[in-house]
């Protein structure tokens, strides 16, 4: 029995040996086997895993840049351009340094049309928050912001062609008002640093902004303009030892300085009171740069349909569900009702009728390709044999004299072919039914009824004499406005009393240069 009892002793203890020998051994197991479950599951990502390491890369790998870029030395980007494109040409300013040229006369720059910055200084409730803040120019982030807001503070009154009740909205002073349109779009900011270059700064440089909304005159009537820069270019010629300046007019600012040289020859209270010799006294040379001195064509279909080359962009805005009247925002119609009242754009109306721009079935161009035809870039056109792209079958007679066709077909056809309506008669007798939309959009398109607009399609073609009809036809109040301010014929008698008149001072076909024989005049 004792025998048995150390046996099954000897087996208990044996058995108890071995479980422990096997926990012992699969505690080594275990201690293998968790390092390698941690690591494997370790390289299971998730989606938010590789969100974080993405942004993580992209946050130090522009850090990284910006760090490179604050401490690197800025010759090398130039080092490196001019490794890749050869040796960079010196701008003009320094150029003109290098050559010994250093400030002379004073410089006098006027803006164009739409180029010069305009800042709020009174608005309604929808503008809290913009005083002093740029409506036009810069940014132009109020336009997406609060775009009805925007129009009804960049509009004029529809009557006066001034201020609407409430809304104060005025040119910003100084260089940087029309340096940059917008972010990387220079107006005159290159110009600018040239003559810094040769040693010019502000008070050698003078921007005459204005508020190019307004008519001419009513510059002056509003915000005296003109008589500020009457006083402006005094002072630069009497702090400058009597060196007159050189103004650089732009495009609309061509025709804006041409009626200030008259206002300021005219007696007040029209006129400036500087007499026939102050051009002689304080004007060296005037450059106009691009000068629309007979008008340009493209001012009558932005004035008739918001159609023009230059701003084609805001007709990006109107198509799509934004211009649906459920919307209550009609993009397209609000741009016709705000440029409608800006009267400087009647400045700009093609001058001199049929004598300058031409007829029905004549133009001072001449014969030229038809509208599929490759335009040429060369200036002569006499060696064929040098232009063996062009198809002489394709070319046509036609008239661009007819400044607005409704039709391809019609625009090329002679005008003995064409059926027109009296677009002023016919339309007008007949009974015209109102057109009842009480959309509060339109400016004066309630008045006309539908058989009216449809007689401006009806006539067919307009030349430079019948546009005037067709936007008196259109747009009375604009050109009621128009008619006061300026005027678009050609004078018999430039010595008439009737043309001392300021709505003929922007025209050269109507009024006579200033009484400066000294003072030069450059065209570019």
């Given at each position: 029995m004792s025998f048995l009892r150390r046996r099954k002793g000897t087996d208990s203890s044996k058995s108890q040996n071995l479980r422990c020998s096997i926990v012992k051994e699969d505690e080594k197991n275990n201690l293998y086997e968790s390092p390698r479950k941690e690591s494997y599951n370790s390289k299971k990502w998730s989606c938010w895993d590789s969100c974080c390491w993405f942004i993580g890369f992209v946050c130090s790998v522009w850090w990284f840049l910006l760090l490179l870029y604050n401490t690197m030395p800025a010759s090398i980007p130039q080092y490196v351009t001019e490794a890749i494109t050869g040796p960079l040409t010196d701008p003009p300013g320094v150029k003109l340094r290098k050559e010994g040229l250093t400030v002379n006369h004073p410089?006098?720059?006027?803006?164009?049309?739409?180029?010069?910055?305009?800042?709020?200084?009174?608005?309604?409730?929808?503008?809290?928050?913009?005083?002093?803040k740029r409506l036009w120019g810069g940014s132009f982030g109020e336009l997406y912001k609060?775009?009805?807001?925007?129009?009804?503070?960049?509009?004029?009154?529809?009557?006066?062609?001034?201020?609407?009740?409430?809304?104060?909205?005025?040119p910003v002073s100084g260089l940087v008002a029309a340096d940059y349109f917008a972010a990387g779009y220079f107006v005159w900011a290159v110009l600018i640093a040239n003559l810094a270059q040769i040693g010019y700064e502000e008070k050698t440089m003078y921007m005459a902004a204005y508020d190019w909304r307004l008519s001419f005159q009513n510059t002056e009537v509003r915000d005296q303009t003109l008589s500020r820069i009457k006083s402006n270019i005094e002072l630069m010629v009497a702090t400058n030892g009597g060196k007159k300046v050189v103004v650089i007019p732009h495009s609309m600012g061509v025709l804006y300085f041409l009626h200030f040289m008259k206002w300021v020859e005219a007696p007040p209270p029209t006129g400036g009171g500087g007499g026939s010799e102050w051009c002689a006294k304080h004007i060296k040379a005037v450059m106009n740069i691009g000068g629309p001195f007979l008008g340009v064509p493209k001012s009558v279909s932005g004035l008739f349909s918001v159609e023009a080359r230059d701003i084609a962009i805001a007709r990006t805005f109107a198509p799509g569900f934004l211009d649906k009247d459920v919307f209550g925002l009609q993009t397209f119609q609000h741009l016709m009702r705000m440029t409608r009242t800006w009267d400087s754009t009647m400045s700009m109306i093609p001058k001199g009728g049929e004598t300058i721009w031409g007829g029905l079935d004549w133009s001072p161009e001449g014969s030229?390709?038809?509208?599929?035809?490759?335009?040429?870039?060369?200036?002569?056109?006499?060696?064929?044999?040098?232009?063996?792209?062009i198809n002489l079958a394709n070319m046509k007679n036609v008239n661009y004299g007819r400044i607005i066709s409704f039709g391809k077909d019609v625009a090329e056809a002679h005008s003995s072919k064409i059926e027109r309506v009296d677009l002023l008669q016919d339309s007008m007798k007949a009974d015209m039914l109102a057109n009842l939309t009480n959309c509060d959009?339109?400016?004066?398109?309630?008045d006309i009824g539908d058989h009216r607009i449809k007689a401006?399609?009806?006539?067919k073609v307009?030349?430079?004499?019948?546009?005037?009809?067709?936007?008196?036809?259109?747009?009375?109040?604009?050109?009621?406005?128009?008619?006061?301010?300026?005027?678009?014929?050609?004078?018999d008698n430039l010595d008439d009393p009737n043309y001392q008149h300021y709505k003929y001072w922007s025209n050269p076909l109507e009024t006579k240069l200033p009484d400066a024989p000294d003072m030069e005049i450059y065209s570019i």
């Open positions: 410089v006098v720059f006027v803006p164009g049309i739409v180029t010069g910055g305009l800042e709020l200084w009174e608005g309604h409730q929808c503008a809290e928050g913009l005083f002093r609060r775009p009805l807001c925007w129009a009804q503070h960049m509009s004029l009154d529809n009557e006066t062609g001034l201020d609407p009740p409430g809304i104060r909205v005025r030229s390709f038809n509208c599929g035809a490759k335009t040429l870039r060369n200036n002569s056109i006499n060696n064929t044999d040098q232009i063996p792209n959009i339109w400016i004066e398109y309630h401006v399609a009806d006539y307009y030349t430079a004499g019948s546009i005037l009809d067709l936007l008196h036809f259109v747009s009375p109040k604009l050109m009621a406005r128009g008619g006061a301010h300026f005027s678009y014929g050609i004078a």
